[in-house]
């Protein structure tokens, strides 16, 4: 038998290195691509769920709502944003007291603009609840703004509306100003 010189093992020892490497790189790079798409396709069928369920849709839906109360409130247009209400809070809360409320708060009454960048919703039954919130811009200032909305036959409704955290407008429990 004959005997490898030390160049041959060298040579050998290269080869079988980058055969190995060859190997691992295309081992790793095919299952890279089977996580990868698994991944996708996880994302695209969570997508899906969202949408169906009212993901994105919903809170353009919440946000065209909410736009709308807040241009009626900052514009003095009571009667109009009082419509936008939940029946719960219309019922328990005239267009008068809702006035006098609104002007109380001086974020409320120099309204400028509404962005919801959230929004959570919540199902029991055939009712939902939906919860969205973003930032107020108001003659006095930013400040985050929560809407609780109840969807209603006319479509979403407000039932609370917190600013910074706090109930200014809610229909769960009025309070008569």
Request: net charge positive; hydrophobic share 50%; glycine share 10%.
């Amino acid at each position: 038998m004959r005997r490898l010189e030390t160049g041959q093992i060298v040579g050998l020892a290269a080869l079988a290195a980058a055969v190995f490497g060859v190997g691992l790189y295309l081992f790793v790079n095919h299952s890279m691509t089977k996580a990868r798409e698994a991944n996708l396709a996880e994302v695209r069928a969570e997508t899906d769920r969202m949408q169906k369920r009212g993901g994105a849709p919903m809170l353009d839906a919440a946000a065209a709502v909410a736009s709308q109360f807040i241009a009626h409130v900052g514009a003095g247009r009571f009667a109009e944003a009082h419509a936008l209400l939940a029946a719960p809070y219309k019922s328990a809360v005239g267009v008068d007291a809702f006035a006098r409320t609104c002007r109380a708060s001086a974020l409320l009454a120099g309204a400028r603009a509404v962005t919801l960048t959230r929004l959570r919703q919540q199902s029991a039954g055939g009712a939902s609840s939906i919860e969205a919130s973003g930032v107020l811009n108001s003659a006095a200032g930013a400040v985050p703004i929560a809407f609780v909305f109840l969807q209603e036959p006319a479509g979403l409704r407000i039932l609370v509306v917190s600013l910074g955290g706090v109930p200014v407008l809610q229909g769960v429990s009025p309070i008569r100003p």
